[in-house]
């Protein structure tokens, strides 16, 4: 009897081991079994405590506070700014490693709204992920996406298509590739979407993303696009040229600050001074806000804008309005 009772407390002991054993498996152990990365973006150092709470509220982590010992255990007390792939698969050590190495990612890559399909060529060749001229004559050729169910311009390149947003797109993804994941993107977030909104306004979707477009150029500020494509709509209906400065540099090649009265002669099809109407297609990728403004323009009888100092517009119903409004802003501009 005395030999059974002395064994009790190891057996007990072993018991507080092998529990506490089982419950740091379970508090370290991946979220889940499927890889699916994450871009965790630090745009300024975070300490451990607060990096470790944001993993877990991504559901990367189990245990947050498990994660922020680890990191301070290695002297990891303050996380670098940067940019850091996770996947659920990871276990917590796995992602603690790669905080602690600060070992960024290159996986990403952010494509923002309004720009042109040159510039996204430019931005995957610098990151090594796609050669540039091969991007380029992609999307020249619409043909070759023809198996995604969206509609795609015949005649005319992918501008407007690709859209914005931040891709998983490793270095050597190749432009086929990189190109499709922007088209499936456009397909899931504007088409499948607002399909039924297109049908009520009577526009296809290459009319919409091509009215985005020269909203996304036009405007700084979210809260006037709608306002901005009231005047583009507002023209549209009296068969008034448009005449948006963006298309006319888009029409010529090279994006400036100011236009100047010359430009504004440059025989193109996207010079909407000389030509009534729509320009032919998008003269950039447009960002969802321009295309719910475009899906959406507020109910005005504006006919005219004209930009202040701060960015914003000083719209106007008549020309002599516009006039007005113009000489006040130079007048406020003159020091």
Same mark, same amino acid.
């Given at each position: 009897m005395r030999k059974i009772l002395l064994l009790t407390p190891i057996a007990l002991l072993i018991a507080l081991f092998a529990a506490g054993g089982y419950w740091w498996r379970q508090q370290t152990r991946p979220v889940s079994t499927t890889f699916q990365p994450q871009l965790v973006r630090l745009r300024e150092p975070m300490?451990?405590?607060?990096?470790?709470?944001?993993?877990?509220?991504?559901?990367?982590?189990?245990?947050?506070?498990?994660?922020?010992?680890?990191?301070?255990?290695?002297?990891?007390?303050?996380?670098?700014?940067?940019?850091?792939e996770f996947s659920p698969s990871q276990n917590l050590f796995e992602i603690a490693d790669i905080l602690i190495h600060e070992q960024f990612t290159r996986n990403w890559v952010t494509i923002p709204e309004g720009w042109t399909i040159a510039r996204i060529a430019e931005r995957l060749a610098e990151r090594g992920i796609a050669d540039k001229e091969e991007f380029l004559q992609l999307c020249q050729q619409p043909q070759?996406?023809?198996?995604?169910?969206? /509609?795609? $311009?015949?005649?005319?390149?992918?501008?407007?298509?690709?859209?914005?947003?931040?891709y998983r797109l490793p270095p050597g993804t190749g432009a086929e590739q990189a190109i499709r994941t922007m088209l499936l993107t456009t397909r899931q977030q504007v088409y499948q979407r607002y399909k039924d909104a297109m049908k009520q306004r009577g526009l296809n979707l290459h009319e919409l993303l091509t009215i985005a477009s020269m909203i996304e150029k036009e405007v700084l500020h979210d809260d006037e696009r709608p306002r901005v494509a009231s005047v583009i709509y507002n023209r549209l209906k009296i068969n008034m040229p448009l005449q948006i400065d963006a298309t006319v540099l888009y029409g010529m090649g090279s994006w400036k600050e100011r236009v100047l009265y010359k430009d504004l002669r440059h025989p193109s099809p996207y010079n909407t001074y000389l030509n009534r109407g729509l320009p /032919?297609? $998008?003269i950039a990728n447009p960002g969802l806000a321009s295309i719910r403004a475009a899906l959406g323009p507020e109910p005005t009888d504006y006919l005219f804008y004209v930009a202040q100092a701060d960015?914003?517009?000083?719209?106007?119903?008549?020309?002599?309005?516009h006039r007005r409004a113009i000489q006040e802003i130079r007048h406020q501009q003159t020091p």
């Open positions: 300490d451990a405590d607060a990096i470790a709470q944001r993993l877990y509220q991504r559901k990367l982590v189990r245990n947050p506070r498990l994660l922020a010992w680890q990191l301070k255990r290695k002297g990891k007390s303050q996380i670098a700014a940067g940019d850091y070759q996406f023809q198996d995604i169910d969206m /509609p795609l $311009p015949q005649h005319l390149h992918l501008e407007g298509y690709l859209f914005p947003s931040t /032919p297609g $998008p960015g914003y517009h000083r719209f106007s119903r008549t020309y002599e309005e």
